[in-house]
């Protein structure tokens, strides 16, 4: 199933989970590394492949403090 596994397609998948069980994108990159038997490192390298995936994750991480914030422009 990994060889399958492209950063577009974890993205959907992801996306999908997220409207589904009504949680964050960290939890839902969990729940799908634990249902499909993935290693969170080999999700953690498709996620710095895709950018907007990671750009999501990283302002979660720094909202629960996870990861130091970084300078963003006020919008």
């Known amino acids: 199933m990994i060889s399958?596994?492209?950063p577009q397609t974890f993205y959907a998948d992801i996306e999908k989970l997220?409207?589904?069980l009504n949680t964050d994108y960290m939890d839902a990159v969990i729940h799908y590394c634990?249902?499909?038997?993935?290693?969170?490192?080999?999700?953690a390298s498709i996620i710095?492949?895709?950018?907007?995936l990671?750009?999501?994750i990283q302002n979660e991480g720094e909202e629960v403090n996870l990861l130091p914030k970084?300078?963003?422009?006020p919008l």
């Open 4 to 6: 399958k596994l492209t």
């Open 18 to 20: 997220v409207s589904e």
């Open 34 to 43: 634990d249902k499909n038997s993935i290693e969170i490192e080999t999700a």
């Open 48 to 52: 710095k492949s895709n950018g907007k």
């Open 54 to 56: 990671k750009s999501i």
């Open 70 to 73: 970084t300078a963003r422009l």
